[in-house]
């Protein structure tokens, strides 16, 4: 029997599955399967494929997903997310350059999962993932304009800038037919909903425009006179001939499709579980999320992930099981089977208007602002992820990202790292209960205390360090309190091992007061540094310390 946290939530479902249920996911089913056709078809093209490869993705993957996810009302297929990985992959390495590396992806998402690291990836930076994502969308904007505008120009330059050079160089070439069909599509999009949520607006706008476009016999380029006839069936599967050198060239792109797949994907999840109140089993989410991705790739589709929006339409319309999301990429076969040689005669600029709302829907603009008006480490990671993005490369945002928030992490918890003297303190407490005449702490003399807070790590190491110099004459015996230590590293443990080593040939006994008794006590033990300051030097309380302190005083006056 599988592990529970390995185990499809579809399996769990079947166990208490009802008719009425049954009913609620089909509706669910279709009406996602509509919403998802035409951003299956976009995210194609505007990844750099042809439209069918969107397709397949959203009825393969989105099939798997559900089918052996753990999530019960997670919908995968292709996402805006992926448009600037794959597009650039396609570029450098062609078709089967791409198929290659979702493969690879895939791969990687299942070992992610089987070593448990699902609950690791939902931990991601706030910032870096609203940086990435409004670079993202950004991109994704800067894409679309020349469909959107219906301009005369040959192939669009990969680098941002000299894309809209290169737009700025064209604009005498706008097709106003253009400009109002994409103008349309923007328009019923955001505006559809507050009618009736019951049909998709994309789908509307795509009804009305081709219609108009066809009708009309306006000017303006199609999916068909671009691309062709959309195939109405599925392909066979296949995988790309692949030499060595071109293998080692397709890992860092695989692993940033890996990476973005399980970020989206996990947060997908978390978003249903709030709308739900249920919970989803992160490990087996990845694991899925990898098989449909190594599939979709020997059918020669594009990677894939949850995705948040058509996870939230199957919420909102009922679907509660894995059923909703197998009846959706049914939905998908169906219409491509049927219908699917209509879509030729959608025009570039209704799909380009489609990608501008989802730019917008993706630039979280809201959040971005939120977290511009935050603390600066906070705002550092953000832009600094936002623009490399844009900019440079995904890849190399989501590493430097990473790399500037563990930075920046670091320098927080070497801030909140204190040694603090408190000898003084403990002389003036006990000067005022002795005008009390109180029992209170008694400091011995030849007695010097003091006070650790914060993580003893490799970063806060040298504070500990300086702070043991400021103890000019060496005093009888040091006790370090370190109830608020809340764990050590090796540097921590070395560090405490050479104060040990000094203040020993000083003649100093060292006391440990107040271990952590869960991580840090642990740590010191295996270290055999609790052997060397000797177990009855290791107390439970400053009291204890102070008492075992007096012990050792007296023990020294008989010596002498």
């Known amino acids: 029997m599988l592990p529970k946290e390995f185990t499809p939530k579809f399996f769990d479902t079947l166990r208490h599955y009802n008719r009425q249920q049954l009913g609620r996911d089909v509706m669910a089913g279709l009406i996602v399967?509509?919403?998802?056709?035409?951003?299956?078809?976009a995210f194609g093209i505007a990844s750099g494929v042809s439209p069918e490869k969107g397709l397949y993705t959203a009825i393969i993957a989105g099939f798997l997903i559900s089918?052996?996810?753990g999530s019960k009302v997670q919908i995968g297929g292709p996402t805006g997310a992926f448009i600037v990985i794959v597009y650039g992959i396609v570029q450098t390495h062609g078709v089967e350059g791409l198929i290659v590396a979702t493969f690879l992806a895939g791969i990687m998402l299942i070992i992610m999962g089987l070593a448990r690291l699902g609950s690791v990836i939902k931990f991601i930076p706030h910032p870096l993932v609203i940086g990435f994502t409004s670079g993202i969308a950004l991109i994704i904007f800067s894409s679309q304009?020349?469909?959107f505008l219906g301009l005369r120009m040959g192939a669009l330059p990969a680098d941002f800038l000299e894309k809209w050079v290169a737009y700025a160089q064209h604009l005498n070439s706008i097709n106003p037919y253009a400009v109002a069909l994409a103008a349309a599509t923007v328009l019923i999009a955001l505006f559809?909903?507050?009618?009736?949520?019951?049909?998709?607006?994309?789908?509307?706008?795509?009804?009305?425009?081709t219609a108009a476009a066809s009708l009309l016999r306006l000017p303006v380029d199609t999916i068909g006179s671009r691309f062709g006839s959309i195939a109405a069936t599925l392909p066979a599967p296949s995988f790309p001939s692949l030499d060595l050198a071109s293998l080692r060239s397709l890992v860092q792109p695989a692993f940033t499709i890996a990476l973005l797949g399980g970020i989206e994907s996990l947060l997908s999840a978390v978003v249903a579980d709030g709308m739900t109140g249920g919970r989803h089993r992160s490990n087996m989410e990845l694991v899925a999320q990898g098989g449909a991705n190594i599939v979709t790739a020997l059918f020669g589709g594009i990677p894939a992930t949850g995705a948040i929006a058509r996870t939230a339409t199957n919420v909102r319309n009922g679907g509660r099981t894995p059923v909703a999301g197998m009846v959706h990429a049914v939905t998908l076969l169906l219409i491509m089977l049927f219908v699917g040689r209509w879509a030729a005669l959608i025009p570039m600029a209704t799909l380009a208007g489609i990608l501008v709302v989802v730019a917008y829907n993706m630039s979280e603009w809201e959040s971005f602002l939120s977290v511009a008006k935050g603390p600066r480490s906070d705002v550092a990671v953000l832009l600094i992820t936002f623009f490399l993005t844009v900019l440079v490369d995904l890849t190399v945002a989501i590493e430097?990202?990473?790399?500037?928030a563990a930075f920046l992490f670091l320098r927080k918890m070497i801030q909140s790292s204190e040694v603090l003297v408190l000898t003084d303190a403990l002389q003036e407490a006990e000067a005022a209960e002795a005008a009390d005449n109180t029992d209170g702490i008694r400091l011995p003399r030849g007695v010097e205390v003091f006070e650790i807070s914060g993580p003893l790590f490799f970063g806060a190491a040298h504070k500990f360090k300086e702070a043991m110099k400021v103890i000019e004459a060496p005093p009888k015996v040091l006790i370090l309190r370190m109830r608020q230590v809340p764990m050590i590293d090796a540097t921590g443990i070395k560090t405490l091992e050479e104060v040990h080593k000094e203040i020993r040939q000083r003649g100093t006994k060292l006391i440990l007061s107040e271990v952590n008794e869960s991580r840090v006590l642990p740590a010191l033990r295996e270290a055999r540094l609790l052997f060397a300051i000797?177990?009855?030097?290791?107390t439970s309380s400053?009291?204890?310390?102070?008492?075992?302190?007096?012990?050792?005083?007296?023990?020294?006056?008989?010596?002498?």
């Open 145 to 147: 304009v020349k469909d």
């Open 192 to 209: 559809w909903p507050k009618l009736t949520h019951r049909l998709p607006g994309s789908l509307i706008a795509i009804l009305v425009t």
């Open 67 to 69: 089918a052996f996810g």
């Open 400 to 404: 430097i990202g990473m790399l500037a």
């Open 542 to 560: 400053l009291e204890g310390a102070l008492a075992r302190a007096s012990q050792v005083l007296a023990e020294g006056r008989k010596l002498m």
């Open 33 to 41: 399967g509509v919403v998802a056709l035409p951003l299956a078809i």
């Open 534 to 538: 000797g177990k009855a030097n290791v």
